[in-house]
């Protein structure tokens, strides 16, 4: 596996950075995840917008423009296997004296890139959905960065692993006003269908903003499918004739248990049917286009 750090393109075994760097101490930093189908990565130009949110949200200057990472994510993929990959960006304040403080002057930043393969959701998986469980949403109020200090997400992603389920569902205490709303997944966007209609919580502070999320809506609004933005109680949740899981590696997901209980009646159903065939038409429409 070639990995791209700092400037140079190398074996992963080969990869090293110092232990002061800030990542490490202070987990000060973001990432960005892509994914690249035959060979070529999607929805790009939202990813690169992403990734400049996160790093202004962390006052981190961009270590490159749009052009320099177009061309290193062209170079990444075509020095990995396979026609489907999951691309990582990991972007750090870099070295410096362990002090909470902003190095200062500010140092160089530490630029990682590395490729994954991006399997297909199995057949299996597409027939009988996936078990998710609620959790407290106990993070911070900056949800909106993609930051690399993820251990609340650790930690609330292993509670839907000990109970044996694929995600975490997270909900959140409105201010004391004794509401609770959903907010997202561990790793994932969160959307409720109710009556025909897809349900979805606000792209604000307490969720991040998902490019895969962005295309159902799209796709939502371009097929007709009544779409509605705005806070999603619990009770909404549990009353949900369907529930659909989004994120760029997953895609789109039925989640058809809940609590141990069955979503509707216990099947993917029909919108999730409906936006995963038109995310898949939208998916090869967007690379046939980008090879032409």
């Known amino acids: 596996m070639a990995v791209y750090l700092n400037g140079q393109f190398m074996p992963l075994e080969e990869a090293r950075v110092p232990v002061l760097d800030r990542g490490f101490m202070f987990g000060d930093g973001v990432y960005e995840v892509i994914p690249v189908y035959s060979r070529r990565p999607f929805r790009l130009a939202e990813h690169l917008k992403r990734l400049q949110h996160s ?51 500010p140092v160089p930043p530490t630029v990682f890139m590395m490729s994954n393969p991006l399997p297909a959701p199995s057949p299996e998986l597409l027939q ?3 078990s998710a469980v609620t959790v407290v949403d106990n993070r911070w109020l900056r949800c909106d960065i993609k930051a690399i200090a993820l251990l609340p997400n650790v930690l609330l992603r292993q509670a839907a692993v ?10 959140r205490s409105g201010e004391g006003d004794g509401t609770a709303f959903l907010t997202e997944g561990a790793a994932s966007n969160i959307f409720v269908v109710k009556d025909g209609a897809l349900y979805a919580p606000p792209k604000d502070n307490l969720m991040l903003p998902g490019i895969t999320y962005d295309v159902v ?10 779409c509605h933005v705005g806070r999603v109680m619990r009770e909404a949740v549990f009353a949900a004739d369907e529930l659909l899981l989004t994120s760029s590696p997953r895609e789109v997901q039925a989640i058809t248990r809940l609590d141990g209980q069955p979503v509707g009646n216990g099947r993917p159903g029909p919108m999730f049917e409906r936006l995963y ?7 090869r429409d967007v690379m046939r286009a980008a090879a032409d």
């Open 128 to 130: 009988t959905g996936i």
């Open 162 to 171: 000990d109970a044996g389920c694929a995600e975490a569902i997270l909900i």
């Open 217 to 226: 809506l799209e796709l939502a609004a371009a097929n007709g499918i009544p």
């Open 277 to 283: 065939a038109l995310y898949q038409a939208y998916k």
């Open 55 to 105: 790093l202004d949200g962390i006052r981190l200057t961009n270590p490159h423009t749009e052009a320099e990472w177009k061309r290193l994510i062209g170079e990444l993929i075509a020095r990995n296997e396979g026609e489907d990959q999951s691309l990582y960006l990991h972007i750090t304040r870099g070295a410096a004296k362990r002090d909470h403080a902003f190095p200062e002057p």
